[in-house]
């Protein structure tokens, strides 16, 4: 079954072929500055890896020339030959809380929560509709970011504002990162031998954009990122938690206008704002204090995290560290983890050294891992299982 998975963005397509349910990578492309100047594409299949510079002036342009690049390599001859398309949609509000097969219903939803996303649900929508033009015969699957969150209890996910402001306006924590958290928390339980409805667990997705999920039985109890992917833990560009006053006090004391807190909080934040970079590896490089005071800032955000999530699931099987930072900083992992032996956690400070996939000691009460997401592979899958349950109500329905 070949399903094709497909993150379209504001200026840039994401494109992976899976073979499922092997999950081999037929083929993955990048379309990046579509409609600017210095397009650039990239193909790879196999062992092999093609870079275009042929400008790309529309969405449409980008998936028309994925589809030459496929057919060309004699991998696919048309998108139409797919067994499905999947598109990640990062809203789906409440009204999906999962995986869900693609009707004009869906979209007219999709369209409607454009207002919470919009700079994301709107370019995934386009995504979408070019992909039913281009083949209106192939299934066509939406997976959400936020569906993993729509466990949250009501006490998890309302504000304490008037419950009135929720009915009407909707606000509540939504939660992001939901297929990442998802994929490495059934990762953890593969290794474990267990499932995932077994094991409580805290899943650390740390990245340019970072968030905390407190897992129980399988499935989210809580998360740090909420109405909006700017509440929570310290990011790249995004402060996380802060006294909702400061943006009451920019405005009225120090002249900022509604637009200009928005950039502020948003894309002058985090690292950032503090010392001057958002690259982790260059920031532990430096010897300054400002670069010293953004790790400690960053590492206690995440110790505070773990520690309310833990008092909050009663035990923790596991840890789990994820994306570029959480994968590949050995340092910043030792900070979080150092002292938390009263909490059960022992650090195997070779093997976190060596980013190895188990990286506490056998001795430790909570198994600490690093694992590597992989968010369209968990996106295929769940179209996968989509496909299998269409597959048995059109048969069901067929016999009745």
């Excluded at 200009?260 to 948003?266: F, S, T």
């Excluded at 968010?375 to 016999?399: C, D, F």
């Amino acid at each position: 079954m070949k399903i094709a998975v497909i993150n379209s963005g504001s200026s840039s397509i994401k494109f992976q072929l899976f073979s499922m349910p092997e999950g081999e990578i037929l083929a993955h492309a990048l379309v990046e500055k579509i409609g600017e100047t210095g397009s650039k594409s990239i193909f790879e299949y196999g062992d092999k890896k093609r870079e275009i510079t042929t400008a790309v002036k529309t969405h449409h342009d980008g998936l028309k020339l994925i589809n030459t690049l496929l057919r060309e390599h004699h991998i696919v001859e048309h998108f139409s030959e797919l067994d499905a398309i999947a598109h990640r949609v990062v809203h789906g509000g409440e009204s999906f809380k999962s995986a869900v097969l693609i009707d004009d219903a869906v979209i007219e939803k999709i369209k409607e929560l454009i207002l919470l996303a919009p700079l994301h649900n709107g370019a995934n929508l386009e995504g979408i509709l070019i992909s039913r033009k281009k083949a209106p015969n192939v299934p066509q699957i939406a997976v959400f970011d936020t569906a993993f969150h729509s466990t949250m209890p009501k006490e998890a996910y309302l504000y304490a504002l008037p419950y009135e402001v929720y009915e009407k306006h909707k606000i509540r924590r939504y939660g992001f990162h939901g297929t990442s958290h998802s994929y490495v928390m059934k990762e953890a339980a593969k290794e474990m031998k267990k499932s995932p409805k077994e094991l409580n667990m805290i899943t650390l997705h740390l990245g340019n954009g970072s968030s905390a999920c407190a897992i129980q039985n399988g499935i989210s109890v809580d998360t740090s990122m909420g109405f909006t992917p700017l509440e929570g833990l310290m990011m790249g560009t995004r402060c996380g938690d802060i006294d909702p006053a400061i943006t009451l006090y920019l405005q009225r004391e120090a002249g900022f206008g509604v637009d200009d807190v928005d950039a502020l909080l948003n894309k002058r934040s985090g690292l950032l704002g503090v010392c001057g970079s958002i690259d982790l590896r260059e920031i532990e490089k430096r010897d300054d204090e400002l670069s010293k005071t953004a790790i400690e800032m960053m590492v206690r955000r995440v110790k505070k995290y773990i520690g309310s999530y833990m008092a909050l699931l009663g035990s923790v099987d596991a840890l789990v560290f994820t994306a570029g930072i959480g994968e590949n900083s050995h340092t910043l992992r030792a900070k979080i983890l150092q002292n938390l032996e009263v909490l059960g956690v022992e650090l195997d400070e070779e093997a976190n050294r060596q980013n190895a996939l188990l990286i506490s000691k056998k001795s430790s009460k909570i198994k600490v891992f690093v694992i590597k997401t992989d968010e369209e592979l968990e996106i295929a899958r769940q179209s996968e299982e989509v496909l299998r349950k269409t597959q048995i109500i059109y048969q069901a329905e067929k016999y009745i």
